[in-house]
């Protein structure tokens, strides 16, 4: 309800008559201005917003969060990961300038984000391999 009342006070006074086209015109300008008058609460916001999106509605959630954002951080050489950092950063960085009100708005990156974390298990798993077989050579029978 504030946000419709912060809406109101900054239209014009024919603003009714417009059509789509035009309101969303008025406001790209004001964000615009908004953004280079403001530029650190700008970058907060968008900070808070993108925090919202990532951690915010559960534990579990957040979880999921975290180790996708490490598992892209182990494998970002990874040329086939890349696609999914890609993907995944195209995705949230539009949220950091609009608001991700309902978790339903993380529905689409969160299976990325499951198969990001999934890169940490497989980090350990081949570690722990390298590991307990090194020097052992296997022979092809062929």
């Given at each position: 309800?504030?946000?419709?009342?912060?809406?109101?006070?900054?239209?014009?006074?024919?603003?009714?008559?417009?059509?789509?086209?035009?309101?969303?015109?008025?406001?790209l300008?004001?964000?615009?201005?908004?953004?280079?008058?403001?530029?650190?609460i700008?970058?907060?916001?968008?900070?808070?917003?993108?925090?919202?999106?990532?951690i915010?509605w559960?534990?579990?959630?957040?979880?999921?969060?975290?180790?996708?954002?490490?598992?892209?951080?182990?494998s970002?050489?990874?040329?086939?990961?890349?696609?999914?950092?890609l993907?995944?950063f195209?995705?949230?960085?539009?949220?950091?300038?609009?608001?991700?009100?309902f978790?339903?708005?993380?529905?689409?990156?969160?299976?990325?984000?499951?198969?990001?974390a999934?890169?940490?298990?497989?980090?350990?798993?081949?570690?722990?391999?390298?590991?307990?077989?090194?020097?052992?050579?296997?022979?092809?029978?062929?």
């Amino acid at each position: 309800k504030r946000a419709y009342e912060c809406i109101e006070l900054e239209t014009p006074t024919d603003y009714v008559k417009y059509n789509e086209a035009q309101r969303d015109k008025i406001y790209l300008q004001s964000a615009l201005n908004f953004i280079v008058s403001n530029p650190m609460i700008f970058m907060n916001l968008a900070y808070q917003k993108v925090k919202m999106l990532m951690i915010g509605w559960n534990k579990r959630h957040s979880f999921v969060a975290i180790l996708g954002i490490i598992g892209m951080l182990l494998s970002w050489k990874n040329k086939k990961v890349l696609v999914l950092v890609l993907i995944t950063f195209g995705y949230i960085i539009p949220f950091s300038l609009i608001g991700a009100w309902f978790y339903r708005y993380r529905y689409p990156v969160e299976p990325i984000l499951l198969i990001l974390a999934s890169g940490i298990p497989i980090l350990f798993i081949n570690m722990i391999r390298m590991t307990l077989f090194k020097g052992i050579v296997i022979k092809d029978k062929a």
